[in-house]
C-alpha cells in the first residue's frame, strides 16, 4: 500500500486557494531555490507517514469549516508532484468526497501530469524565474520540467494562480514585470496572479539545519513597492 511522507498539516489555511483550507506539506523537492523557506521539506523522508485513506479521513474532519467558506484542501510541500502515486490516491478519494483540490506546484515531478490534472480544480503555480539562465541560477535545475507541466495544464483545462516571489534584484525590475505579463498571456485558464514579496521569515531554519543561506544580505521587499509592480502588471 502505497503511503505519503508528510512534514506537516495546516487546519486552517487562508492564503493557499480559496476559502479555509487544509494545507498538506508533503515531503521532496527537486528545486533549491536560493530564497526557499522550507528547506525541511527538501528530503524525500518524513517523520509523518500516512496512507491516502487515512489523510483524507483527517482532512474530511474540517470539512464543517472549510466547506462553508468555499475551501478544501491544498497539497503543498516540497511539492506534491514528487510523490505522484500517493498524490493521484488522495486526489482521487477527495473527489470521491466532493473535497475541493488545489495543488501548489512548481511543476517539477515524474511526470503523469495529466492523469493527475484530472482530479485537480486548481493549480497554485510558482513561477521562479522566465529565463532559462536566470530559473537555474534562482533554481538550481533546468526550467524544462516545469515547462512540461505547464503544458500539460493548458491541455486539461485545469484552472491556474500564477504566484512570483518579488526578490530585489532579481525578479523586481519592470522589465521583468513586464515579461512575466507576456508569458502569464501565453498560458489558459489564469484567474489570479499574485506577487508575493521576498522576506526573511525562513533564515533560521538554515542556520538550525547548517546549510548556507544563499541570499545572504538581499532585504526583504518591500511590500509597497510590491503592490506598485503589481499595478504595473
Known amino acids: 500500500m502505497v503511503r505519503g511522507k508528510i512534514h506537516s498539516i495546516e487546519s486552517m489555511g487562508l492564503v493557499d486557494g480559496p476559502g479555509i483550507r487544509v494545507v498538506v506539506f508533503m515531503q521532496g523537492c527537486a528545486l533549491r531555490c536560493k530564497y ?134 532579481v525578479t523586481d525590475s519592470e522589465e521583468y514585470i513586464t515579461a512575466l505579463g507576456d508569458f502569464i498571456r501565453t498560458l489558459e485558464n489564469v484567474e489570479k496572479v499574485e506577487l508575493l514579496p521576498y522576506h526573511l521569515l525562513g533564515i533560521s531554519k538554515y542556520e538550525t539545519m547548517g546549510i548556507k543561506y544563499r541570499l545572504e544580505g538581499v532585504p526583504a521587499m518591500d511590500k509597497e513597492k510590491c503592490k506598485e509592480l503589481y499595478k504595473f502588471l
Open 36 to 169: 526557499c523557506h522550507n528547506p525541511d521539506t527538501w528530503s524525500g523522508e518524513g517523520e509523518l507517514e500516512m496512507t491516502p485513506e487515512e489523510l483524507v479521513n483527517k482532512v474530511s474532519r474540517f470539512r464543517s469549516y472549510f466547506e462553508r467558506s468555499g475551501g478544501g484542501i491544498t497539497l503543498s510541500g516540497g511539492d506534491p508532484l514528487r510523490q505522484p502515486e500517493f498524490l493521484l490516491e488522495v486526489l482521487k478519494l477527495c473527489k470521491e468526497k466532493n473535497i475541493h483540490t488545489t495543488l501548489d506546484t512548481s511543476g517539477v515531478g515524474f511526470g503523469n501530469y495529466e492523469e493527475i490534472l484530472k482530479y485537480v480544480d486548481l493549480v497554485l503555480f510558482d513561477v521562479k524565474h522566465l529565463t532559462k539562465e536566470g530559473y537555474k541560477d534562482l533554481a538550481g535545475i533546468d526550467i524544462d520540467e516545469s515547462l512540461k507541466f505547464l503544458e500539460a495544464c493548458k491541455k486539461s483545462g485545469t484552472k491556474l494562480w500564477i504566484r512570483q516571489v518579488v526578490v530585489p534584484g
